[in-house]
């Protein structure tokens, strides 16, 4: 009997000896799924769940997870300090309000591709702010990998990656107005320009696309990414994932050494120059770029010093007419194009051609500006350089050629 009751002390003594020296947890995570939902996003659910149960071995974090949305509530919240949102929303009001609370109240929330997903049906106000005033527009078709930026290399949640990474194949959004432009948005990964065009059935073909933001106002990352069984193929992504997951939990994630280029590239003008964005007026031998984050065109002289046009919302192309010394820019985001006199560099028109115009040209002989739309608009447009109002008619085989390929396209002069 003395023998039994050693070993049970012994055994309870060892048993305590081992519970306290096992650490606490370091935080507590839930993630929020549906299956009742889009194949694709319930296989990345199950590919997310895996993964991040995972993580929480690794880095001694509790990870649960639950497909009842109703648990959006107070008292079911007030146990965790990261709220994960893997394939969707809230839909109840009831919901909506306890989440919205959570977060004023120093939560956290990490939400991938349809977590994000809001239009004009979803009638949710505060989450439209809350992800920096996105609202969706249209996306990619199929999935297809793509090459993404780092923008912000100084973020615990970035500060690891490499300076462009490709990314498995996802269906990408595209958001308008872009969350770029928001004060208080802090874009980490933007879709690399050099992309364009994606897509074979929805096709993307130009535009600011913020991937992965945070809203400086709460404690918050959003993700584009979230569509299929690709999502975890990448260890570059993967990482990305895991630094965001231990900053929003409150752990730091490990020191990283910082990019000599991080501390010595100056704060950004605009997304990126690209080919359509940049031009140089052989008349004058002025150049002119688009900051599509301000809103403005960047005149540099042959001699002298730069200076700065306000134009329409996130412009993204610039035409040249050297004949008549005129500079025009297609602002995707207001849907116009600004006329620039190349004289005194000050817009003297603005003309309404509809939603994001993305490409745009001229022909100095003719004196025809031709401007093309992106998706959903998808149409073609062709104006006069003289004039700023809508044109007449088109010639017998553009009409033809436009009602067979373009049958929302706009005409105007």
């Known amino acids: 009997m003395k023998i039994l009751l050693v070993i049970l002390f012994l055994s309870l003594a060892i048993a305590f000896n081992v519970a306290s020296q096992t650490p606490a947890p370091q935080f507590r995570a839930v993630a929020f799924y549906s299956t009742d939902t889009e194949g694709d996003h319930v296989l990345f659910a199950q590919d997310a769940l895996r993964f991040f149960a995972a993580l929480a071995q690794k880095h001694n974090f509790v990870f649960d997870a639950t497909t009842d949305w109703r648990n959006l509530n107070e008292t079911f919240l007030k146990n965790y300090q990261l709220v994960l949102w893997l394939n969707g929303s809230p839909a109840e009001p009831g919901e909506r309000r306890a989440f919205e609370n959570y977060m004023q109240s120093g939560g956290a929330w990490l939400g991938f591709h349809a977590a994000g997903y809001n239009d004009q049906d ?6 439209v702010d809350f992800l920096g005033g996105a609202v969706f527009y249209t996306n990619s078709w199929p999935p297809l990998p793509a090459h993404l930026l780092v923008n912000d290399p100084l973020h615990p949640a970035s500060a ?29 990964l933007t879709f690399d320009p050099a992309n364009y065009p994606l897509g074979l059935k929805d096709i993307l073909t130009a535009g600011d696309l913020p991937v992965v933001w945070s809203n400086t106002k709460y404690r918050m990352v959003y993700m584009n990414m ?4 690709k999502i975890f193929t990448s260890a570059t992504q993967n990482k990305l994932f895991e630094d965001t997951i231990l900053w929003l939990g409150g752990k730091t994630p490990p020191p990283v050494k910082i990019r000599a280029h991080a501390l010595a590239a100056p704060p950004p003008s605009g997304l990126r120059v690209s080919f359509e964005a940049i031009a140089v007026n052989p008349k004058t031998g002025k150049v002119y770029a688009v900051d599509l984050v301000k809103g403005l065109l960047t005149v540099v002289p042959k001699t002298g010093r730069a200076s700065s046009i306000k134009v329409g919302d996130t412009p993204l192309a610039i035409a040249i007419n050297p004949q008549t010394n005129r500079i025009y820019v297609a602002n995707s985001g207001s849907g116009t194009v600004s006329v620039v006199d190349g004289d005194n560099d000050g817009v003297i028109a603005t003309v309404d051609v509809g939603s994001l115009p993305t490409v745009i040209a001229a022909n100095p002989a003719s004196n025809k500006i031709y401007i093309a739309r992106t998706p959903p608009a998808g149409d073609f447009s062709r104006c006069h ?29």
């Open 122 to 127: 979803t009638r949710w106000p505060w989450f």
């Open 160 to 188: 690891s990656l490499p300076n462009s990474f490709l990314a498995p194949q996802n269906e990408w959004y595209i958001w308008q107005p872009s969350p770029r432009l928001n004060k208080d948005v802090r874009v980490l």
């Open 226 to 229: 979230g569509h299929g069984d």
């Open 385 to 413: 350089g003289r004039q700023s109002r809508h044109q007449s008619s088109l010639s017998a085989e553009l009409r033809k050629w436009r009602r067979k390929q373009h049958p929302r396209a706009r005409r105007f002069r």
